[in-house]
């Protein structure tokens, strides 16, 4: 796998890798493993709001869920 970084980024990655002992891999796999469950959510939340727009998802008001639920004041 490669990827491209810009040269501040990459001067970031390097000094704090030369900091802490680390290599710029182990820092490159942090971030993702840290950040790709919210990727995830942001992908399925716009998949789930264009279902809504073109109708083949429906909604429920929030109050009739907090009434189901017994929370409604």
Same mark, same amino acid.
């Given at each position: 796998?490669?990827?491209?970084?810009?040269?501040?980024?990459e001067?970031?990655?390097?000094? /704090? =890798?030369? @900091? !802490?002992?680390?290599?710029?891999?182990?820092?490159?796999?942090?971030? *993702?493993?840290?950040?790709?469950?919210?990727?995830?959510?942001?992908? /399925? =939340?716009? @998949? !789930?709001?264009?279902?809504?727009?073109?109708?083949?998802?429906?909604? *429920?008001?929030?109050?009739k869920?907090?009434?189901?639920?017994?929370?409604?004041?």
């Open positions: 796998m490669t990827i491209r970084l810009s040269q501040s980024i001067k970031r990655l390097t000094k /704090l =890798a030369q @900091r !802490t002992g680390r290599t710029k891999s182990f820092y490159i796999r942090q971030a *993702i493993v840290h950040h790709l469950e919210d990727i995830e959510d942001v992908y /399925l =939340a716009e @998949r !789930t709001l264009k279902r809504i727009r073109i109708g083949k998802h429906s909604t *429920i008001p929030l109050e869920i907090l009434k189901r639920h017994g929370m409604n004041n």
